[in-house]
């Protein structure tokens, strides 16, 4: 593992393996008594907040926790951020403080990879999303989820496995992740979408595309739907909010296509109504509430690995 | 009376050595074996000496941001670029949009001393692409306006940018258009490509670019004008002059230095160093822009030096500022780009970064060729020399350059303006002011 | 792993029928010590106590025809060097279905050796939970103890110098299925 994890990039297959095997020692944590470690004691970790986001926050402050380091959560947002020197400045104060990993959400994308290469800080730096780049432990805890439900007692694990993320690529961090991730893992990605929210150069990218999701869904194991941002909406992006769930949403009919092993998953918050549908979101393929337990396991094994042993690489 | 000076041996645009005498801030005499009582010998072996160089696209940033630069750093820096004038674009505060602001600057630029600053005008007021600004009255003015700019913005209302190529016929002035289509780069962070999508940086797109390059060719076609397009950054673009021009109407072009070197790759560092307006594309635009500086395309190089505080780079890339330093650095980099790579002798470097620039802002007194009589505006260049660009070492007061720990060719030995050094043995000339 | 030429395969001084031994012999004290098997739970220190603790296991039940509960406790995130070297792997931890609360625990290793990595079991345990006692199993003691450790059972007293290393290779664990206890010249300087 790199000293950082700014992108899914970062994370050769053996990293992301050894992510995923770390984490389903550590998910049997919340089956004990005590559901601490002792490998982060006397480390501090900051949760460093430019953008709400309870649940991812709160999923790391608990991974940290259950790892026995320092918990500084500092929610930046509301300071004079859009005129940049907040980050330098910021980054100094978690300096000064001793900060030994910083967990960064910004929406500016590449603020975490500023952080951590811009000598403003020695600490390891963990992206937790940043503007419409990435996300890497969302990406991780959907491949974790994926690995339990498709891959844990096949050979090869997920290789070959299909995958469809439908929706706005463009502007999704778990989108880009992901694609990145499960190719990584050997997994077949599709991604969905009005064809304005592709990106430009999505061929690139190693991944299949597509703007039908009705062929595409019955071929595939998992389907990943990702939120529609309310800005979006108004964008212009797609002429209504309606034709978008008419032709990208997740709803009953287009359930009853999916083969009877595959799962729906979704990073949240959901737009219920416009990307999934109720009963599609509350139905037992569904795997939603298991990503968000899912997610303190995986974060307690990014953290225990970028921080837990020593930090030979690092020269001041 | 100011000192003679005797340039040894000196080799005029790259050809024989030869001697230059500088009198009375004219070339006095060309020749071999030239000899003068009293005055000051420069050994110029090795030297090439280029008229001296005129860049049409500066930003000095006085008056209103004067801690990124002033008119005296500003000409400072261009003096060691081997520049003896510079055109100081409208984006200043309060906006160079009258005469009283451009004068201002152009009387900064006069007792600096280091160069001569020929004010831009602003083409609407207050850069607002509302109204069109009081372009005869700067044209009038001491500063004598010619070229107009809302740089930093595009002119993107049609008939807004129909209105001002009409008006400034009637001093000869030229509309310098920043071609950018507000709604297709509303947010744009870098160029529009697959590293774009990959990055989650908002793309620039090369067409909101070439739309407008196109659309003011047409208006420049149809209603007779002058049309100068600013930084020119795609092959599209390049393709879209070179059809105007083959069609015969009245369009120049510029590229800048970091267009001709550096590409968009270098935005996955995230490093703002590396954003500028338009933004750094890819290697086939470069490519382009180069055989299209090569072949008379593109007009000129111009600087677009764009000095920025520290704290506004050193931050991440959406709240950084658009821009980077480019005086000190354009020569070596047209030397790197052009002239070692075949594609361009030193006379077309003195054509395009010297006598086409001073051509198309009307300036009389630069760009004239080293020839006895002329103004002696001379810069003398040793392209055998390398160098490492250190940012701390820059005579700009912001140190916003990306070549820094770069090696790069070529050194201004001196810089002569109007017979007197601004620059000599590689340094500022403290004389000067 | 060390690309360098291959050591001296080292003296051999258990072979797999010593070895067999010795577990026997482990168990019967482990039978006798705690009168039965009872409320017994053996956790083996992965990765070659485990397998150790799962012989012990079966032993024991030929014995006395009951089955002990068998598990293993990782300890990585307990050691005392976790921060000398770069992060570890975790390996299994799966504690038994009835807990260890109120049991007598059976900590079952190879080579107990500084003492250290009993002591870092012992912090695990005490996450897990609080057992009656705890006792100490293993299958060489070589000596050079820095904690003040011992162990309960020990298969065989190996004294050695510390620029030996004690190498034991389980069937269970290796590609030749071969079991050994060697002492071999130390290559490098690890722990």
Redesign the interface.
């Known amino acids: 593992m790199k000293r950082h994890l700014l992108s899914a990039a970062d994370l050769t297959r053996d990293d992301a393996e050894l992510v995923l095997e770390t984490a389903a020692e550590l998910r049997s944590l919340a089956d004990r008594p005590i559901k601490k470690l002792p490998a982060l004691r006397g480390r501090t970790v900051v949760n460093l907040f430019f953008e709400d986001s309870t649940r991812t926050r709160i999923s790391f402050e608990a991974a940290a926790k259950r790892l026995s380091a320092d918990v500084i959560n500092f929610a930046a947002k509301g300071s004079s951020v859009s005129k940049g020197e907040s980050l330098k400045d910021t980054a100094l104060t978690l300096e000064a403080m001793g900060a030994d990993a910083v967990v960064i959400r910004h929406g500016a994308s590449g603020a975490p990879h500023r952080l951590a290469n811009s000598g403003w800080v020695r600490s390891s730096v963990v992206n937790a999303g940043d503007g419409t780049h990435e996300h890497p432990t969302q990406a991780l805890l959907d491949a974790f989820t994926l690995w339990r439900h498709l891959g844990e007692e096949r050979k090869g694990g997920l290789e070959g496995r299909r995958v469809a993320i439908v929706g706005d690529i463009l502007h999704s961090r778990v989108a880009r992740s992901n694609a990145l991730l499960l190719k990584t893992l050997g997994v077949d990605v599709t991604l969905v979408g009005p064809p304005t929210l592709l990106p430009v150069g999505v061929e690139s990218w190693g991944v299949e595309t597509s703007y039908d999701l009705d062929a595409v869904i019955p071929k595939v194991d998992a389907v990943m739907m990702l939120r529609v941002q309310r800005e979006r909406m108004q964008g212009g992006f797609f002429p209504t909010p309606r034709e978008y769930s008419r032709r990208y949403g997740l709803d009953g009919r287009r359930m009853a296509t999916l083969q009877d092993h595959t799962i729906v998953m979704h990073p949240g918050p959901m737009v219920r109504g416009m990307e999934i549908t109720a009963d599609v979101a509350d139905s037992d393929r569904s795997v939603i509430v298991e990503q968000v337990t899912n997610g303190v396991a995986v974060r307690m094994a990014v953290l225990y690995l970028l921080l837990g042993g020593s930090e030979s690489e690092s020269t001041e | 009376m100011t000192t003679p000076y005797l340039l040894k041996n000196v080799r005029i645009l790259g050809g024989e050595p030869t001697d230059i005498l500088i009198k009375d801030g004219v070339i006095a005499e060309i020749g071999v074996g030239l000899s003068a009582e009293g005055a000051e010998v420069v050994e110029a072996e090795g030297l090439i000496a280029l008229p001296g160089l005129v860049d049409l696209h500066t930003h000095l940033r006085e008056p209103g941001r004067e801690d990124a630069e002033t008119v005296e750093t500003g000409t400072r820096a261009a003096a060691m670029g081997g520049f003896t004038a510079v055109h100081a674009m409208a984006n200043t505060n309060p906006v160079a949009d009258t005469a009283g602001v451009v004068e201002q600057v152009w009387r900064l630029g006069r007792e600096a001393g280091y160069c001569d600053v020929y004010p831009v005008g602003a083409v609407t007021v207050g850069l607002k692409g509302e109204q069109l600004a009081e372009l005869g009255a700067m044209a009038d003015s001491a500063a004598r306006v010619r070229v107009f700019s809302d740089d930093g913005h595009c002119v993107s209302d049609p008939l807004l940018m129909r209105r001002a190529l009409e008006y400034v016929k009637a001093f000869d002035g030229v509309v310098a258009q920043h071609a950018q289509d507000p709604r297709l780069t509303e947010g744009a ?1 870098m160029n ?12 620039w ?1 090369a067409v909101a670019e070439e739309a407008i390059i196109a659309r003011d060719c047409l208006l420049t076609a149809h209603v007779g004008s002058r049309l100068h397009v600013c930084h020119v950054s795609t092959a599209g673009s390049v393709e879209i002059v070179r059809d105007a021009k083959r069609k015969g109407w009245n369009v120049t072009a510029e590229a800048c230095p970091h267009h001709l070197i550096l590409t968009d790759e270098l935005a996955a ?3 703002p160093i590396y954003k500028v307006n338009p933004p750094l594309r890819s290697a086939a635009d470069v490519e382009a822009l180069r055989a299209g500086l090569a072949d008379g395309t593109i007009d000129i190089v111009a600087t677009d030096h764009a000095p920025h505080p520290h ?2 780079k ?7 500022a658009f821009g980077m330093l480019g005086l000190e650095t354009a020569l070596s980099i047209v030397q790197h780009t052009m002239v070692d790579a075949g594609l361009l002798d030193w006379a077309g470097v003195a054509e395009r970064m010297s006598s086409a620039p001073a051509r198309i802002g009307r300036v009389a007194d630069h760009g004239q060729p080293i020839a006895v009589g002329n103004p002696a505006n001379i810069a003398l260049y040793d392209p055998a020399a390398t160098r490492t660009i250190e940012a701390s070492a820059s005579a700009s007061l912001s140190r916003n350059t990306p070549y820094a720990g770069m090696e790069l060719p070529g050194r201004i030995e001196a810089t002569f303006l109007r017979g007197r050094p601004t620059v000599l043995d590689g340094k500022l000339w403290e004389g000067t002011a | 792993m060390p690309a360098a030429p291959l050591a001296p395969e080292g003296r051999t001084v258990l072979d797999a029928r010593d070895i067999g031994r010795a577990l026997t012999r482990i168990s019967h004290e482990i039978l006798e010590r705690n009168k039965g098997a009872g409320d017994l739970v053996l956790l083996g220190i992965p990765r070659r106590g485990v397998p150790l603790a799962h012989r012990i296991a079966s032993r024991i039940s030929t014995v006395e025809d009951v089955e002990v509960p068998v598990g293993s406790l990782d300890i990585t995130m307990y050691r005392d060097d976790l921060r000398l070297k770069p992060a570890r792997a975790l390996l299994p931890t799966e504690i038994p279905p009835g807990g260890i609360d109120g049991k007598v625990v059976v900590l079952v290793d190879d080579v107990l050796f500084s003492g250290r990595t009993i002591r870092a079991a012992l912090d695990a345990l005490n996450d897990v939970g609080r057992p009656r006692a705890v006792q100490l199993a293993v299958l060489v003691d070589r000596g050079h103890r820095e904690l003040p450790i011992r162990a309960d059972f020990v298969g065989k007293n190996l004294p050695t110098s510390l620029s030996e290393r004690v190498s034991v290779r389980l069937a269970d664990l290796e590609e030749d299925g071969i079991d050994a206890v060697s002492i071999e010249a130390k290559l490098e300087v690890t722990e």
């Open positions: 962070q529009e490509s697959e590293l774009s999508g990959r990055l989650g940086l908002a793309g797109p560092t995230y490093d704290e506004d050193d931050c991440e890339w959406a709240a950084a």
